[in-house]
């Protein structure tokens, strides 16, 4: 009766492929994670075509009012609808923050992996560089980095990237070692598998989960950044908005009691960033094979 | 009979912290280790953890760089192989991995896990690829429809089971297992045994068995190697070994396995002292601070290994040494019981393989095999 005990229990171990989404989903805080991001992301796209604004023409005639039921969000100083220029303005939040992302991994992924698969000088020059770029806070890095290059939503996008890029360094370096200490990269070594295939097949996919949740925890974090750098007037360029670049007008409002300017596109950053940090924590439940 | 492997003189130092301002510490894991694997004998390597059993065997495969001594598979130097020549010989050497649980790629299917050595060998095409991967699952006693699952559906013994088809995939001539089933329960560890024994009769493989204590190797190898802290300290034929243990330690090591009959319990002499760090290994002959017949020449006089008839030992008193209590080690007969496993198991083997013939959906293949934990 073993015998049966045993292949009724392998039976069941069948688990069918679309279980990452089951447990994603019924992980609350992922879930609204990703009804969060998805929201923005649909605002991103369809948005703009929701208000009958638009969001770069002024008028002399509405400048900075309080919202009302022809402007929701208000308008600001010189007359344009908040709501309007908050939803074109997600397009650019959000594109700064996944293009930025990527740059970062694409840049630090490589490199990360590189040094920790084959360690010896390859890692000790890589590693020193990213520790020296690590002792400096990320922020300062990418504002920097983008006085540097020239404000634009660009090359904003460029700093960002690059200055997250160590971060990126120092998590695959560290997946990178662990995974190459299990059996099975030695196996794969034993049975004469090329370094690139080993990198491909064994190293990649088993760092990919952990190496997802952080990217999507720094799009939070590049979000805030591209705000930090329009705010500065090195982002998103004027008229265009963005939601960094509406914080830094907006601010100077407040005092005079003029909230909706500021507090509006300060909310659409509060939310996004909170949909990306859940959904990074979600990510990281339902990505581990061996939690169910 | 034929050398197959042949390991002079390996040595393996690991350079461990050191900075600035300290010497790193060298452990030396292997020191001076020669032996010859003969074509078709199961060889034992044995001795307690840290010993530096999975060093060499990692060195024997060149999955390590030796810090200096050669190895030579079939006379040609693995040391002056390049990459291509050594993926060449990779084909007929291959590892089976202590932790079943580490061993496998996780991303990976068993189909993929399995089939991987085929197509990096160039091994026919797509479809015969495909099928040999069944074959070779139902070999080691599993379902070949199970080459679209992942390795974490399946347990310990079956885990071992998959590592194994991937060691074998290659038509390998020597497999080299890393303690392949102390890992796994006791119940499992007889049917995994029984598995290798019978892969390698049905495929001449030759065999070398890592183990860290001397009752798993006992009914399955040939010769066995003792090493103790880097050094080999005795090899002799299983049956020798067995019945009269020449080294210290290898009478400490037996001495050590629990008696299967109740009226031969005698009270189990385990070695006193913790093993000293390869870091630091003691002088003169390096079992002296746990020798239970040490004398003074023994702190100063490194014991080289000597012939003794058929055997080698390394203890420069073995001649003169009490002799060893040989009763028990007899009195642990010619298993029948033993022999009954092996015809059951070959019976269930060619069973199967009638079923899997008469193309009826291998339904019962392997599960008779592993009853669960
Ligand atoms: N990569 C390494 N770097 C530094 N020291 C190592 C390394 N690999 C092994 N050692 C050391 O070498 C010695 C021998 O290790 P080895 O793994 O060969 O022992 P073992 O006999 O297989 O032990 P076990 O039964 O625990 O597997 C140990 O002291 C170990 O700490
Ligand atoms: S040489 Fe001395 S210390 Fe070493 S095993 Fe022989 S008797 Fe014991
Ligand atoms: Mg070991």
Redesign the pocket.
Known sequence: MSIALESAAQQEAAVPRSRFWGKLLRNRSAAIGLTLVGLFLLLAIVGPSLVPWDPIATSWTTVRKPPSAAHWFGTDELGRDVLARVLSGARASLTAGVISVSIAVAIGGPLGVAAGYFGGWTDTIISRCTEALLACPFLILAIALGSVLGASLTNAMIAIGIAAAPIFIRLTRGQTLSVKTEDFVEGARAIGLPHRWIIARYIIPNIFAPILVQATLIVAQAIIAEASLSFLGLGQQPPAPSWGAMLSTGKNFVQQGQWWMSVFPGVAIFFTVLGFNLLGDGLRDALDPRES | MSTILEATDLTKHFRSGGGLFHKPTIVRAVDGVSFAVRTGETLAIVGE?GCG??TVGRLALRLLEATSGSVKFEGKDLASMDEDALRGLRREMQMVF?DPFSSLNPRMTLGDIVGEPLWLHGMGSARERRERTRELLSIVGLRPEHAQRYPHEFSGGQRQRIGIARALASNPRLVIG??PVSALDVSIQAQVINLLEDLKDRFSLTLVI?AHDLAVIRHMSDRVIVMYLGKIVETAPTAALYAEPLHPYTRALLAAIPLPAPGLRAERKLLEGDIPSPANPPSGCRFHTRCPFAQARCREEEPALRDAGGREVACHFYETLPRADAERAVAIPESAAKRRRMALYREHRDRQESDAAAAAPAATAGRALEPSA
């Open positions: 953890s059993k999975s202590q890393d303690e890592i």
